[in-house]
């Protein structure tokens, strides 16, 4: 079985240039070269209980990539001060120059999930033209409601959960006991749990991974109707350009779980009592991207066949879903 490694930047990142043409679906490439390559380097570490080595080894990797295309990326919402990481912080310029970016990422999504070897692991990255992304850099965590098309603006985040099932129930014109919600399993989410149940919805509750449950509430055929419950803030920009460019229904909400975030918050001027609508979180075009890293519902872990290591990505950009199988040398 060949090595899993991550591969070097491959030369169709080079499209992103000063004279590009086009929409934000050009920055698809730059995407998908960065998350498989975090894919690809932080394979080798799943299962081994060392979290902080998968997760540096898919940053470092990612980095690379977004380091060496022509253009210029700015790091809207990133790694930062919450994991104490050195690369992808909040403000970080990557890139040889050009047409500019934003970037919303986290090279390892669900980085325990990887340690233990356990399904949901996704290396993931946002882009869109730049000056499009609200800045959210000392926000480490965000309230979020995500839902498909057929929610918007029916949805509240300050709706009470109860509330928001019967719209919901009414907009899909389907009961709420046929309804699935995913919530992450965390204490903060017993009671939004128990509301659930006690109106009759059935709920997922995974351990870890707000982008993957986004994405099963956003896609046709994710599984899911509805998220709800407090997750990361760079995972919400991600679901929050995914949802805008599938049409989507999102709210947020910036909720700091501590003293020093809040301050941050003030610092920064950023509301957490605002609602933030989808349109405030994102403007114009923009591209998710997701390549699996420990396989799950929504994509494949790297495999090896034919003398070469495959990985599966997820494109969504333009209102569409592309699915992307590779193979590497």
């Known amino acids: ?42 394979a080798p570490w799943v299962g081994r209980g060392r979290p902080e080595d998968a997760d540096g080894a898919a940053t470092d990797a990612m980095r690379e990539v977004l380091a060496s295309v022509t253009g210029r990326g700015t790091v809207v919402v990133g790694e930062g001060a919450k994991d104490e990481a050195p690369m992808l912080y909040h403000g ?20 325990y ?20 992304m609200a800045a959210l850099g000392p926000s480490f965590y965000m309230d979020k409601l995500v839902a498909g098309p057929a929610a918007r603006g029916v949805l509240d985040i300050g709706c009470e959960p109860e509330e928001n099932l019967a719209r919901l129930s009414e907009a899909l014109d389907k009961p709420v006991e046929a309804l699935d919600v995913v919530v992450l399993d965390k204490p903060r989410h017993e009671e939004l749990i128990g509301r659930l149940h006690a109106a009759g919805a059935r709920v997922t509750s995974p351990p870890d991974g707000d982008v993957a449950g986004s994405l099963a509430a956003l896609l046709p055929d994710g599984g899911a109707d509805l998220l709800l419950g407090v997750g990361g803030t760079p995972e919400g920009m991600m679901t929050a350009c995914a949802a805008n460019a599938l049409g989507g229904c999102m709210q947020g909400r910036l909720e700091p779980r501590s003293d020093e975030e809040s301050e941050a918050l003030r610092a920064a001027a950023l509301d957490a009592e605002r609602v933030l609508e989808l349109e405030d979180l994102v403007r114009g075009e923009s591209v998710c991207v997701a390549t699996g890293v420990t396989g799950g519902p929504l994509l494949r872990a790297p495999w090896a066949a034919e003398g070469q290591v495959w990985s599966e990505s997820m494109v969504i950009s333009g209102g569409g879903v592309r699915r992307v199988t590779e193979g590497h040398a």
Do not use: N
């Not at 060949?2 to 050009?26: H, M």
């Not at 890139?95 to 980085?111: H, K, M, N, S, Y």
């Not at 999930?113 to 499009?132: D, E, N, V, Y």
């Open 1 to 42: 079985m060949p090595s899993i490694t991550a591969p070097p930047p491959i030369s169709r990142a080079d499209r992103l240039g000063p004279d590009s043409a086009g929409g934000v679906g050009e920055f698809a490439d730059v995407a998908l070269a960065a998350t498989r390559a975090a894919a690809l380097a932080c």
């Open 92 to 111: 970080e310029r990557l890139g040889r120059g050009g047409r500019q970016f934003d970037i919303a990422v986290d090279p390892l999504e669900c980085t």
């Open 113 to 132: 999930l990887c340690a233990k070897g356990l399904p949901g692991a996704l290396a993931t990255i946002a882009i869109s033209r730049r000056g499009t």
